[in-house]
């Protein structure tokens, strides 16, 4: 009856806030500022992701529980901000329709105020059954991981009727010179010589698209991708063709590469591998 009265101040609304009198689906008293208010399936979706946040359990107790604040976009995204990426994947492994609920949430819900932050959650779901954030994953297309492992691709399948949505928040289909410049430099990482061996004869199979593209060629030129007569892979500018000219006036103080075929020379040649001594 208090609250129905036009005269009440926001002051003492402010007192009401503090005051234990909204009870939680924990059957627990809480203070009206601690606790959510929201529909019936959005408390039954973020109990399963969120069981220690608070929601009232009888969202109709008349105009008491509009003092609680709603359950929104931003609230929901700092909550799971909390939790780890294993967390997310032992959810998706106990209940595989959690993603797909919560981002049609997301969806129906939507504020571009919130990308930034949506992109970094690992809550979308790939085709290899793991889950990641949107930033590492691709749109399904015609061109398909020659190499395999290296690209996540999106599983378009349980996110059917919101692909404009993805695509919204900035996602890319999967194309040969996004492979390159955004899968192939997890090869060049680290030390698998047999990844890095297969990605090298790929690149030597679309010498094509590395002599059209300037941006692609000059990554590459930052990997360590030349495979030395030594065993050791080093940057193409580091490196000389493995000559007896280059041998004869350089000596054993410098890296050299053989090169096999002539497509792999006109590999070299792009990327900047020396063919002569710089005198």
Known sequence: IFLNKSSTKKEEKDDIKKCAIIIGYDNV????????????????????ILPDVPFVKNPSDGNIVKLCPEFSINIALNQLYDLH?????????KDETIPRK???????????DYKAKLLKLPIFPATDGKLYPLVKLKMPSDFKDPIGGLSHIIDISQLKKIEDFLYNLGVNELTLESYILECLPDVFDNNNIDLREKAVEFL???LRIIDENYEIKQRLKQFELIKCTDGQFR??????????????????EFYYTEANTEQMKAFYRLLGVKFKPDI
């Open 29 to 48: 008293l809480w203070p009206c500022k601690d606790i959510y208010r929201a529909e019936l399936d959005v408390v039954e979706l973020f109990q399963k």
């Open 85 to 93: 990426c294993d967390d997310f994947q032992r959810l998706y492994l």
């Open 102 to 112: 919560l981002l049609f949430w997301f969806y129906k819900n939507w504020h571009d």
């Open 204 to 206: 030597i199979n679309n």
């Open 235 to 252: 940057r193409s500018s580091d490196v000389y063709l493995n000559t007896h000219e280059n041998k004869d006036i350089l000596g054993n």
